[in-house]
């Protein structure tokens, strides 16, 4: 099966492309040209629509990572998943498989209402259709701890709740889904593991064997209620195997850092 990669070369992109080159034809998206790789690499954009019939030629499937949360999202997320969307419907692809957020359904945030709005542009679209939606990775959880640390101690809400899975985990229920054919389903999909931010932060200092303390902050409104109550965790099975300890382990090896 040849399969389409948008989105190649980002945080899931770069973990999905290994994982489907055992089994499948990978052929990955990216905005610049590329090369020195076994990958065949081609040249489109979501946001222009520029290279996009090209890169869905002759393709039987669409595995769709690709997103932008800080800018344009809205060129990209939504009217670019249409454009998509309508050229692979154009050259008969048959099976399109959305990654998503877990959670852009009701927690109340500007980039979740596009990824919202994306998978509605493919449920509503002509090429039948399969979506994952996952919660967050350990990779982004530890960059906010660090931006939330910047300044000293570690500011946060004690009680949000997050459910970190592996991007591993996560490339290999695509692959999954991709050799099981349209489901038609949005499917969610969470590590082995629901935090409280409080626990995140105790086991992400003890790693890093630092003693920044962490000074409480509630999420006022709407979004802190939506967090507190678990709008970014799931209960869906199954779940992905390596926790926010393996993370930490594999990041820090012991040696801890401040």
């Known amino acids: 099966m040849r399969v389409l990669v948008t989105g190649a070369s980002g945080r899931l992109g ?4 290994p994982r489907l080159r055992d089994g499948f034809a990978v052929r990955a998206v990216s905005r610049h040209p590329r090369g020195g790789s076994d990958v065949e690499w081609v040249v489109a954009d979501l946001a222009t629509g520029e290279g996009l019939t090209a890169a869905v030629a002759e393709v039987e499937a669409v595995l769709h990572l690709a997103s932008s949360p800080t800018r344009r999202t809205h ?16 050259a008969g692809v048959g099976h399109l498989v959305f990654v998503s ?17 994306a998978e509605q542009v493919v449920t509503a679209g002509p090429v039948p ?11 982004f959880l530890e960059e906010l701890l660090r931006a939330a640390g910047r300044l000293g101690p570690v500011i946060g809400d004690p009680a949000v709740l997050a459910q970190p899975v592996d991007p591993a985990d996560v490339a290999a229920r695509l692959a999954g889904m991709l050799a099981a ?8 999909y969470g590590g082995p593991q629901v935090l409280r931010f409080d626990e995140a932060v105790h086991a992400w200092r003890a790693a890093r064997r630092s003693r920044r303390p962490l000074l409480r902050v509630r999420i006022p409104g709407r979004l802190g209620r939506a967090l507190r109550a678990g709008g970014l965790t799931t209960t869906a099975t199954p779940t992905g195997t390596r926790t926010w300890a393996d993370h930490l382990a594999d990041t820090y090896g012991g040696t801890g850092r401040r």
């Open 181 to 188: 054919g349209p489901s038609y389903v949005v499917e969610e």
């Open 75 to 90: 060129e990209v997320d939504v009217l670019g998943t249409r454009r998509l969307v309508e050229a692979a419907g154009q």
């Open 14 to 17: 770069r973990v999905v492309l």
């Open 101 to 117: 957020i877990v959670g852009v359904d009701r927690v109340p945030f500007g980039y979740y209402r596009h990824k919202l709005a």
């Open 129 to 139: 259709w399969s979506i994952l939606r996952a919660t967050q990775f350990p990779e």
